[in-house]
């Protein structure tokens, strides 16, 4: 029925918009190429970072679909669209998504429950999706909007007893969270990808399967580095020392100044986005954003000077 998740670098990827609002579909395409070049092994789209909850479902889905067919079978993807209140409403986008023919639908995890219920109701609700979209592989997002959901190690388990998730995007950004996180899914085929950078190695070494956060819009190729070569790479405490320092970026303005560091690396991408107005990143932000840049490209070249 499902293929096993890749490990390695997920971008959570970035909408491309017109100066008019609209998606910009040449731009994504060269987005795809970029994130592909980069040695990425998925990408994740119609996340959070893509804007989702401001897109509508046909939006969504055309997003997904692109994406997918851009890609062409070189690298595995997976979409979320995962807004709605409803029950109703959520069986009808996910399996709209799951028509464009993505490796997993990724669920996000505060649809499945409201804040003040327990995981009974989110495992209920679950066990309805599940069964009104057969033949389909899962993932999981800890989506911090609009509330956090973190799952229980019990929870997780679950969902790997199911046999129908692959992914889980965990955001508890805790190294014992995330141990134990791993030790409840050991042996099956759900798979843990770390969104936090300060803890990604630590939870590499635990057994994650990789990354899939917002830095991998900035700086791909380092994530990629440090996933392939963690066990074997004398420099890996260095190279997680500069991406844990480096991510201090997403507390800037995100996802606007992705956007511009994009633009500013030869993409044809607009800094416009629907969730922040881009007049709000200041020049003091985008220095930071070129400075960021300019000390990525000195970690490339000493890395490549000794051929690690």
């Not at 980069?38 to 889905?61: D, I, N, P, Y």
């Amino acid at each position: 029925m499902q293929q096993s998740i890749s490990n390695g670098v997920w971008p959570t990827m970035v909408t491309p918009f017109t100066q008019d609002g609209d998606i910009d579909y040449p731009a994504l395409g060269q987005l795809v190429e970029w994130y592909i070049e980069r040695g990425v092994q998925g990408l994740f789209a119609v996340c959070q970072s893509s804007e989702m909850f401001k897109l509508s479902l046909e939006e969504r889905v055309q997003l997904a679909r692109f994406v997918k067919e851009k890609a062409a079978g070189r690298v595995q993807v997976i979409a979320s669209g995962h807004i709605s209140d409803a029950l109703s409403d959520q069986i009808e986008e996910l399996k709209q998504i799951s028509a464009t023919g993505v490796e997993a639908v990724v669920l996000v995890s505060n649809r499945l429950a409201a804040e003040g219920e327990d995981e009974e109701v989110w495992k209920r609700n679950a066990s309805l999706l599940l069964e009104a979209i057969p033949d389909t592989a899962f993932g999981i997002y800890e989506c911090p909007y609009p509330y956090k959901r973190l799952l229980s190690p019990e929870l997780l388990k679950w969902c790997a007893d199911t046999g129908r998730f692959l992914f889980l995007k965990d955001t508890c950004c805790d190294v014992g969270q995330l141990k134990a996180k791993l030790d409840a899914v050991a042996g099956s085929d759900l798979k843990l990808f770390n969104a936090n950078s300060t803890t990604l190695l630590d939870s590499l070494r635990l057994g994650a399967a990789g990354f899939s956060g917002v830095m991998a819009n900035f700086h791909p190729d380092l994530y990629v580095r440090l996933t392939d070569r963690f066990q074997t790479d004398p420099e890996a405490e260095l190279l997680q020392s500069f991406l844990t320092v480096a991510s201090l970026i997403e507390l800037q303005y995100y996802p606007v100044n992705a956007k511009y560091h994009l633009q500013q690396i030869g993409l044809p991408v607009t800094t416009f986005c629907r969730v922040k107005d881009d007049a709000g990143l200041k020049s003091n932000h985008r220095i930071e954003v070129k400075r960021l840049e300019q000390l990525a490209g000195f970690v490339r070249e000493q890395f490549t000077q000794k051929a690690l």
